[in-house]
């Protein structure tokens, strides 16, 4: 990961790239030359070839240049006027004297074999055009994903709680897509057509820099509103993605949780929820729609104006003879070329901004900073060999309101420790402290009487597992899950611990066996299948430490006492940490903390907790009771 992340933009990857688009621009200028080669063929071929009269290809008119006898340059006047220009071109005498001494057959084959070549050539490097600026733009967009999905994973977990996931998968797919958009019809567009525009701008003040101002003199006008226009565009379609990104977050939470929505029959309103989200993107849409629309009506009215103008007076010069037909015919298809290009910039920078606000969206991840920070130089954790020790811990999840407070215990290597109490009162927050998912407000955790801040994050987390009831499993093998993780796989390490889970009962029955697909999130499997995958998972990892989080709840009593077989196998030669709502699952601990309203209440043996009549009996009796 690159150091000045929160810097990331559009121009630090195209800076990475700048060989590659110099080579690019460079393709684009060959190719736009050819363009303005291919048009000066018009003239030769409308003056030399086609006119009957010869005397029109010799006059000397106010867009041709010449040199006299004393090398300066002059230009024929017409009947009341006379134009110096200001340039030397030595070039036109040798073509002059080029095409006198060949017939008008022999040109007309010379430039037709000239336009073929043209072409040709033309044709070769609009490809590398098309190639490289495809090429290019994905490798940015590829390497702004990458380092997007890189940066979300060092964020800690309780950015992704405040986050819709979906609306995080709207910004790496579809915003990022919207760069390469902007890359390609774009930036390499823009400067496509304005190569164009300055060619066709060049040839029209070569053949007649008066008719080319009275061509051009329109254009400011549409300056200020597309400018006005497109920053308008750019803000409603950054809107207009986040209302994109809701559309994505509710697709996803409807198809994920497709069975609660049918058990509930909740369908029409699921449907319901969607369809107002995907009105409030179309009206959004639409609002960007009507602008960009603005754009061609403005153009075609600024062309219709300029070429009225530039027909009468042009006209009127070929007329009088003061040009050739070949360069009226010349100047026009210049004229009407170079408003192609102009209409073409004004929707590419349209569509520019409308891509640089779903940049704007992708970049703002790289701003955001975990909360979990690691210092400068962490201290590195082999093993795990004394006691982790709680000292006065304080959680809240609002500022100064504690669900947890002054809490603290120890654990001894080798031991079991059980944390009991209602739901919601803090347990699993106070055991996440130890893998650093989130730091405490108050108070301090050490693992060997360093704190845990003090650790390499991979270290410390390398040296906890955890099984929880809502384990994750990926759509992936068995075997994939079973490992996950490890550099490297052993395939009968896997089977092995897959046999000290009680995995193996349902795997051998399996027609692919561990090379099975279990479905996102594990859904070909049932749950009991997926705790024990996960309990397989936890032995192959081998930790220190280990933490059970409600691994067996929600079982049925069948499927809980293989689980439960698994467990017992897993806690061998460990350090345990246990949260469980079923007491029958922590009887066995060395210790039990009862936690009520944000404070250790009790603590001991089950036995000795019985004993006391407190709140732990409380709990135990409420579930034995029948």
């Known amino acids: ?196 525009v300055v060619m066709y701008i060049g040839i029209t003040f070569y053949l007649n820099w008066r008719l080319a101002i009275l061509t051009l003199i329109f254009l400011p006008i549409l300056i200020a509103p597309i400018i006005r226009i497109s920053s308008r565009i750019r803000k409603i379609t950054a809107k207009s993605q986040e209302k994109l990104g809701n559309v994505t977050s509710l697709l996803q939470e409807g198809l994920m949780g497709v069975k609660e929505v049918k058990i509930s029959c909740n369908e029409e309103r699921e449907v319901q929820r969607f369809q107002e989200e995907t009105a409030i993107f179309y009206k959004m849409a639409m609002k960007c729609v009507r602008r960009s629309s603005l754009l061609s009506p403005l153009m075609e009215v600024t062309v219709a104006l300029s070429l009225a103008f530039f027909l009468i007076v042009g006209g009127r010069q070929v007329l009088s003879g003061e040009i050739t037909p070949g360069q009226f015919l010349l100047f026009t298809v210049a004229a009407i070329s170079l408003f192609r290009p102009l209409k073409k910039l004004g929707k590419s920078y349209s569509l520019l901004q409308e891509s640089l606000a779903s940049a704007d969206r992708v970049f703002d991840l790289f701003k955001q900073e975990s909360t979990i920070k690691e210092v400068e130089n962490p201290r590195a954790l082999d093993s795990f060999k004394e006691e982790i020790l709680f000292q006065k811990v304080g959680i809240a999840y609002v500022p100064d309101k504690y669900i947890l407070k002054n809490i603290s215990f120890s654990v001894k290597k080798g031991t079991v420790v059980a944390i009991v109490g209602s739901t919601g009162v803090g347990k699993t927050s106070l055991l996440n402290l130890i893998p650093r998912f989130y730091d405490p407000q108050e108070g301090n955790v050490f693992v060997d009487k360093v704190n845990v801040k003090d650790y390499s994050l991979k270290d410390l987390r390398s040296s906890v597992g955890m099984v929880s009831q809502d384990m994750t499993l990926f759509h992936n093998t068995i075997l994939y899950n079973i490992t996950y993780g490890a550099e490297k796989v052993d395939v009968e390490r896997a089977k092995e611990v897959a046999r000290l889970a009680n995995a193996d009962i349902f795997i051998k029955e399996m027609k692919d066996g561990y090379n099975t697909y279990v479905g996102e999130r594990g859904v070909l499997l049932s749950g009991g299948e997926r705790q024990r995958i996960a309990i397989a998972r936890a032995l192959y990892q081998d930790p220190d430490i280990l933490i059970l989080d409600e691994a067996t709840s929600a079982l049925d009593v069948e499927t809980e006492k293989l689980v439960q077989e698994a467990i017992d196998h897993l806690l061998v030669g460990r350090t345990v940490l246990i949260v469980a709502h079923r007491l029958a699952t922590v009887q066995a601990a060395d210790c039990i903390l009862v936690l009520s309203e944000g404070k250790i209440v009790e603590q001991g043996t089950h036995q000795e907790l019985l004993k006391k009549g407190g709140k732990y009996k409380f709990f135990y009796e409420m579930q034995f009771s029948s």
């Open 1 to 196: 990961m690159k150091s000045d992340q929160n810097n990331r933009s559009l121009s630090f990857y195209v800076r990475g790239h700048l060989k590659s688009f110099v080579i690019l621009l460079f393709v684009i200028f060959v190719g736009t030359m050819t363009n303005g080669i291919s048009l000066s063929v018009i003239v030769p071929l409308i003056d030399r070839v086609f006119l009957e009269q010869p005397e029109v290809s010799k006059k000397k008119v106010a867009t041709s240049i010449q040199l006299s006898d004393n090398d300066s340059l002059s230009g024929v006047l017409s009947s009341k006027r006379k134009l110096i220009r200001p340039f030397k071109f030595d070039i036109e005498k040798k073509v002059d004297k080029f095409f006198s001494a060949r017939s008008r057959k022999d040109l007309l084959r010379m430039i037709a074999l000239l336009l073929i070549l043209l072409f040709f050539i033309k044709g070769i490097f609009l490809f590398f055009q098309q190639y490289l600026q495809e090429k290019v733009s994905f490798k940015i967009v590829k390497e702004i994903r990458d380092d997007a999905y890189e940066h979300l994973h060092s964020l800690s977990l309780d950015y992704f709680q405040k986050k819709h996931i979906g609306q995080l998968i709207s910004k790496l797919t579809m915003d990022a897509q919207r760069i390469h958009e902007a890359l390609v019809h774009g930036v390499a567009a823009i400067a496509l057509d304005l190569l164009n």
